[in-house]
């Protein structure tokens, strides 16, 4: 699967924004998805995650109440919506998915084996 990115850019603290990731294949539903991102100077960290049915969703602490991943697999999209941006999560965000993710990988970047090319947030202050 192919995934593209979209939607980053620049906003003031206390706005909002929201990505999508587009997939191809026909087998989109079949695959658990994930946003990380990545600040400059600083590892890859886990966002949110969504299960192939949309049934389950996983937030870091960081972002809980804020952010809100969701998919839809009609459109082989999954989108995160994210509100009252801080500075703090000014960063390049990256979508991934994962076919055979357990559920003690689906924070961690080892349960994907897809990635898209990140997407520019920047939050001023």
């Known amino acids: 699967v192919q995934l593209q990115a979209s939607g980053g850019g620049l906003v003031q603290t206390g706005g909002s924004l929201r990505l999508s990731c587009a997939a191809s294949?026909?087998?989109?539903?079949?695959?658990?998805v994930a946003w990380f991102r990545q600040a400059p100077g600083k590892e890859r960290e886990f966002v949110a995650a969504?299960?192939?049915?949309?049934?389950?969703?996983y937030d870091a602490d960081s972002v809980k109440g804020r952010f809100t991943i969701s998919r839809d697999n009609a459109k082989n999209m999954v989108y995160l919506q994210m509100d009252t941006l801080k500075p703090e999560d000014t960063a390049v965000y990256y979508c991934?998915?994962?076919?055979?993710?357990?559920?003690?990988?689906?924070?961690?970047?080892?349960?994907?084996?897809?990635w898209g090319q990140g997407t520019q947030v920047t939050v001023s202050s």
């Open positions: 991934a998915a994962g076919a055979h993710t357990i559920l003690s990988q689906m924070r961690r970047m080892e349960g994907y084996d897809y």
């Open positions: 294949g026909r087998t989109f539903s079949t695959y658990n």
């Open positions: 969504i299960r192939r049915n949309g049934g389950f969703k």
